[in-house]
């Protein structure tokens, strides 16, 4: 799950709604950007590209693919040409996204509650109580602030000006903040006169806003100012890179399952000073791994004592245990109503319309409309186990189907949607290609959102997946006041 | 019928053991049929740390922290229970085994919604065509629940042939449908995914079983641990068949714990520091007192 940028975008190129508009009429936000990119010649931009490549090779800023062969270490293709959103669409965005992320962790804290959703009928039980993201050890511990998910990627996309719709939510370990980060940073050395001309909103602080959310959320009994530390799996886990780059800007110690004990139900880490204790852990180690005592026995990256003294309350995870239960595709379609049962508001953010082929009338209208519809595994990620109905061959389309009808709880499908595109330099010059955001929300006692987020662009033309592991790259962010 | 029990587990380690935790799910339940009194868990070495909570199916758990290098870990129970099970309904007058599958799966709320969570599938019990094909003589359309799962519970008796050493903790369950052998935790982890795959809602029990020896007394340390598997019906609630004695129970078994498999309970579960291989060692002695 860590680490790749996950996130399949279904697209198709004709008719889509160029987030530019036209070189000649370009949209307001656009302006500064679209004049100095019709008066670059496209030699600069090979040439700028060239040195972002070298600038992301020096810092060290890759991923980790073991399966392909060859040198491990992966750049994350970087488009050149920032992605705009103004002020106001980023507002509106904005306050669609905190309401999203308090109803999703009022979900997970009744999931492992009261379990009111499920006895008002809201969600079926099965689909939550027989889930493998469903952690029972979770039911009845209390979690400090009621906080399940401090760090929530929420993917979104957009059809046109007006419409943006929210593509799935990540509650677990959302990936790619520091791309956002590295990629500001990039950009404002390559082109500090378009800075210069336009005002961007930064998002530099990220790693302090982070540590703040992370202190806010530290256990009641902890007195003074809370320790917190960054529990990675080491530097075999292909997101390692993100995990130095979060704890060296945060000032916090980055930790394994090794240096952390736990005495009496209380963490400690092992420093050459002797233990001392953790108040919040932020853990980019899966659930399954964390404590060998309660999880997987097999596990060497945790910390056998953990969910004990979690229990206790003398610690805080983040994000926390089991906040994987709103991950799930299926139990994506119940979030809208999430907002009106927990938060009594209507959603601000639509859900693409969802098809949940768990239901026999559902899976008919899938598998009767299977040409027209991307269907999606619902523990899957990273683009992999998904059929993209307009671009499978007959047989491809017909193997699908069997499976659909073998294992009908296991798939959700979803319209292809028209995406929004963006001026990206590809091997032919500027040309639009299809993009989605990913915002980073975090949940502490407040709810805070750096402006903007990553955007991904799927860089094949006519492609249909951003994942980077997929022929996919990233953008530059910007917000814009005008 | 009253019992004293105890419950030894002796590890013994090739190298020291620097520092472990363990779970322990020992202490046998407090329930409406079974009364729990004079319990006492006795670790060497003594524990730094220990605790008791309850974990997600209310079982009792205990949490042990040694934190002195040790070469040998034993821990002992001793409890006295008193259990007397209620006697089971008629068994003609238990509803057609269709209508407790579709009242489950309908849900609602109350007793139904927590039993129907015992329906679906776990780690050590998944479904197969396989199971449902060896279940289904037992389960014809509109028999009484009670019925068809005294048949099964009294085939896989019949059929399986009881033989340790035949297994081990991790055997699935379409290996033991296949070889037709295996222990106590074997059978009633084959019976229950046969009633899941039905759409049944049913448990894994474990706890002690009294053995009968010639004489008066019994050898000590000779029983064993048991595994059966506890079946929901609308109306009386929970009804507990042993499918390795083919008996419904009565009061010769004691409940130490409940799950959806051996997984959620088992006796003692670790972690260590150190240690090498180890080696385990258990005596379990019921005894009636009267």
Redesign the interface.
């Known amino acids: 799950m860590e680490g790749r940028l996950k996130g399949a975008v279904v697209a198709m190129v004709v008719p889509a709604f160029d987030e530019m508009g036209s070189r000649e009429a370009p949209r307001p936000c656009y302006a500064a950007v679209g004049d100095w990119i019709g008066r670059t010649p496209a030699s600069l931009f090979e040439l700028k590209r060239q040195e972002a490549e070298f600038c992301f090779r020096r810092t060290g800023i890759t991923f980790a693919v073991y399966t392909e062969g060859g040198d491990p270490e992966r750049l994350i293709p970087f488009d050149i040409i920032p992605r705009i959103l103004d002020g106001q669409e980023w507002e509106f965005l904005s306050r669609g996204l905190k309401q999203r992320v308090r109803a999703l962790n009022a979900f997970i804290g009744d999931v492992y509650g009261k379990q009111e959703f499920i ?1 008002a009928g809201k969600v ?3 689909l939550i ?2 889930n493998p993201c469903f952690v ?2 979770m ?1 009845g511990l209390e979690v400090a602030a009621g906080i399940y998910t401090h760090v929530a990627g929420i993917d979104v996309v957009r059809v046109n000006p007006t419409e943006f719709y929210v593509l799935e939510d990540n509650c677990r370990t959302p990936s790619g903040v520091s791309y956002m980060i590295e990629n500001r940073e990039i950009m404002s050395r390559l082109f500090p006169d378009l800075f210069a001309r336009c005002r961007v909103r930064p998002v530099s602080h990220y790693p302090e806003e982070l540590l703040d959310t992370l202190r806010s959320v530290a256990p009641r009994r902890c007195a003074g100012e809370p320790t917190v530390v960054l529990l990675s799996p080491g530097s075999y886990n292909s997101a390692y890179y993100e995990h130095t780059f979060l704890a060296d800007e945060m000032g916090i110690e980055i930790v394994e399952g090794a240096d952390l ?5 209380v963490v400690y880490m092992r420093t050459t000073q002797g233990l001392q204790r953790v108040d919040v852990i932020y853990r980019r180690i899966d659930d399954a791994f964390l404590d ?3 999880f997987r ?1 097999d596990s060497m990256l945790g910390v ?2 953990l969910m ?1 003294a979690y ?1 206790a309350g003398n610690v805080t995870l983040a994000n926390a245990v089991g906040a994987g239960i709103a991950d799930d595709k299926a139990v994506y379609t119940y979030v809208p109503e999430m907002v009106r049962f927990f938060l009594g508001e209507e959603p601000i953010l639509r859900n693409v319309p969802t098809w949940k082929c768990a239901e026999p009338g559902d899976l008919a209208y899938v598998l009767d409309h299977l040409a027209e519809l991307v269907v999606k595994d619902v523990h899957g990620s990273g683009g992999y186990g998904m059929l993209v109905g307009p671009h499978a061959t007959i047989a491809e389309r017909a193997a699908f189907a069997e499976v659909l009808r073998s294992k009908p709880d296991r798939y959700i499908a979803q319209p292809t949607l028209s995406l929004s595109t963006c001026p990206t330099f590809v091997q032919q010059g500027i040309a639009p290609r299809h993009v989605d955001l990913r915002p980073f929300v975090l949940c502490g006692r407040d709810i805070h959102i750096v402006p903007g987020g990553l955007t991904r662009v799927a860089l094949r033309e006519g492609s249909l997946v951003v994942n980077s592991s997929q022929g996919g790259g990233t953008k530059d962010t910007w917000v814009i006041d005008l | 019928m009253r019992y004293r029990i105890s419950h030894r587990s002796d590890y013994t380690y090739s190298g020291p053991v620097d520092l472990s935790y363990h779970m322990l799910h020992l202490a046998p339940r407090i329930l409406p049929h079974q009364r729990v009194g004079d319990l006492r868990i006795i670790s060497q070495p003594a524990p730094a740390a220990k605790s008791e909570r309850t974990d997600y199916f209310g079982n009792r758990v205990t949490y042990l922290t040694l934190a002195q290098p040790h070469g040998k870990f034993s821990v002992e129970i001793e409890a006295t229970v008193e259990v007397a099970f209620p006697a089971p309904p008629d068994e003609a007058a238990t509803p057609p085994w269709e209508s407790v599958r579709d009242a489950l799966r309908a849900g609602g709320d109350g007793e139904l919604a927590v039993a129907a969570e015992f329906s679906f599938a776990s780690p050590q019990t998944p479904p197969s065509a396989a199971l449902i094909d060896y279940a289904a003589p037992s389960f014809p359309a509109g028999r009484p629940i009670l019925a068809a799962v005294k048949d099964l519970t009294s085939r896989i008796h019949r059929d399986f042939a009881f033989e340790p050493g035949a297994t081990t903790v991790s055997t699935p369950v379409a290996q033991i449908l296949e070889q037709r052998r295996g222990v106590c935790q074997d059978f009633a982890h084959l019976e229950l995914a046969a009633l899941r795959a039905l759409g049944l809602a049913a448990r894994y029990v474990s706890g002690y079983i009294r053995t009968y020896r010639e004489g008066t007394d019994g050898l000590k340390g000779s029983d064993a641990s048991h595994a059966w598997v506890s079946f929901f019906c609308p109306g009386p609630g929970w009804i507990d068949v042993d499918p390795t004695n083919d008996l419904v129970v009565a009061e010769e078994h004691i409940v130490l714990a409940w799950g959806r498999d051996y997984d959620d309970v088992s006796p003692i579960r670790g972690v260590m520091l150190g240690g090498g291989d180890h080696f385990l060692n258990v005596a379990v002695t019921v005894t009636p007192q009267t």
């Open positions: 006895h079926p039980a099965d109580l027989k029972q050890p039911a004990v736990v005495d009496d139900d060998p005592q309660v026995s056998a004592g004990s229990r």
